[in-house]
């Protein structure tokens, strides 16, 4: 069983930047890829973007490439999600999950397997 722990949520003024983190933990921890998913209230969740754990390889949503960079620690375990010129619109609260094994489609949430619990990011205008 894989264990996942995101942090470094907060709240932020719109135009500033946070760093969250997911960590992994229990069973060899070797994904095809981690994305982050993100759910404001009332709302789906929603992929954010996703890093390929062997190859790097990240994809993100519309809505925030340019401003959002997901990168990876193989050594740690660790996934990072970098947010810069963060908007009221990106408050929500903010999930990591891994998929074990090989996906065709990486954005529906239902490809991945575990989850993290969470960290809310607040962006105050």
């Known amino acids: 069983q894989v264990q996942l722990v995101e942090s470094g949520g907060g709240l932020v003024q719109a135009g500033g930047s946070l760093r969250l983190s997911c960590a992994a933990s229990?069973?060899?921890?070797?994904?095809?890829?981690v994305a982050w998913f993100r759910q404001a209230p009332g709302k789906e969740r929603e992929f954010v973007g996703v890093?390929?754990?062997?190859?790097?390889?990240?994809y993100y949503a519309d809505s925030v490439k340019g401003r959002f960079t997901i990168s990876r620690d193989h050594a740690k375990n660790t996934v990072n999600l970098q947010m810069n010129s963060l908007k009221p619109e990106d408050t929500a609260v903010y999930y990591c999950?891994?998929?074990?094994?090989?996906?065709?489609?990486?954005?529906?949430?239902?490809?991945?397997?575990?989850w993290g619990q969470g960290t809310q990011v607040t962006v105050s205008s």
């Open positions: 229990g069973r060899t921890f070797s994904p095809y890829a």
């Open positions: 890093i390929i754990w062997s190859g790097g390889r990240s």
């Open positions: 999950a891994a998929a074990q094994t090989f996906q065709t489609r990486l954005v529906p949430t239902t490809s991945y397997d575990y």
